[in-house]
């Protein structure tokens, strides 16, 4: 069973940066791929960026290329979001997501998830 917690989330103007945490444990971090993703309120869970075991291949939401960056860091057991020229749209609760199988968009496909850290962006 892994566990993962989310960490980093805050209020920030637009425009403004943001880098979430997400700290595992309860398995073997380098097999799984990773995958943050948001839900504002009254609208469904969506993808936001993945990335693959390695770290060498990663996936982002169009909405998000260019301004959001996921990396990890197999020895800390630890992935992480930097979020850029933040817009006020992009308020929501931010989850980290583990899959053992492969890097998707899909959220049927991720085996474990974190309790999720609030992310709000003012006017």
């Known amino acids: 069973q892994v566990q993962l917690v989310e960490s980093g989330g805050g209020l920030v103007q637009a425009g403004g940066s943001l880098r979430l945490s997400c700290a595992t444990s309860g398995g073997t971090f380098s097999s799984y791929a990773m995958g943050w993703f948001r839900q504002a309120p009254g609208k469904e869970r969506e993808f936001v960026a993945g990335?693959?075991?390695?770290?060498?291949?990663?996936l982002y939401a169009t909405s998000v290329k260019g301004r959001f960056a996921i990396s990890r860091d197999n020895a800390k057991n630890t992935v992480f979001l930097q979020m850029n020229r933040l817009k006020s749209e992009e308020t929501a609760v931010y989850y980290c997501?583990?899959?053992?199988?492969?890097?998707?968009?899909?959220?049927?496909?991720?085996?474990?998830w974190g309790q999720g850290t609030q992310v709000t962006v003012s006017s």
């Open positions: 997501a583990a899959d053992a199988k492969r890097l998707g968009r899909r959220t049927e496909e991720y085996d474990y």
């Open positions: 990335i693959s075991t390695g770290g060498d291949v990663t």
